[in-house]
Nanobody, 123 residues
Framework: QEQLVESGGGLVQAGGSLRLSCTGSPDIIRSYNMGWFRQAPEKEREFVAAIRWLDFSTYYREDVKGRFTIAKDNTASTLYLQMNFLKPEDTAVYYC????????????????WGQGTQVTVSS
């Protein structure tokens, strides 16, 4: 399996910000649709955001719109998730994913993913 490596998680107070990074092979970062999922304790893994490789179109779950921004730097072979105005309910392990096909909101669809990075937001 192609390796994706997430970083940037940590502990932050509500209202604070974090920027997650995901590195991988240049071919994956440049030519695959990529996204972020998250999984909170005792909850299902859920779609957070995605970016289309062709035109950098972005997609977000409703409750992160206006707070989170997904972006990609092909030169640095890195995917980002800028998270602002964090809330305790954003607490989860965040996973970077990639797929050569269309963007979907089911984690099982993606054939590349990382080990995750923990984000904890205190109230």
């Amino acid at each position: 399996q192609e390796q994706l490596v997430e970083s940037g998680g940590g502990l932050v107070q509500a209202g604070g910000s974090l920027r997650l990074s995901c590195t991988g092979s240049p071919d994956i970062i440049r030519s695959y649709n990529m996204g972020w999922f998250r999984q909170a304790p005792e909850k299902e893994r859920e779609f957070v955001a995605a970016i289309r490789w062709l035109d950098f179109s972005t997609y977000y779950r409703e409750d992160v719109k206006g707070r989170f921004t997904i972006a990609k730097d092909n030169t640095a072979s890195t995917l980002y998730l800028q998270m602002n105005f964090l809330k305790p309910e954003d607490t989860a392990v965040y996973y970077c994913v990639a797929h050569a096909g269309v963007i979907r909101t089911s984690f099982d669809y993606y054939n590349y993913w990382g080990q995750g990075t923990q984000v904890t937001v205190s109230s």
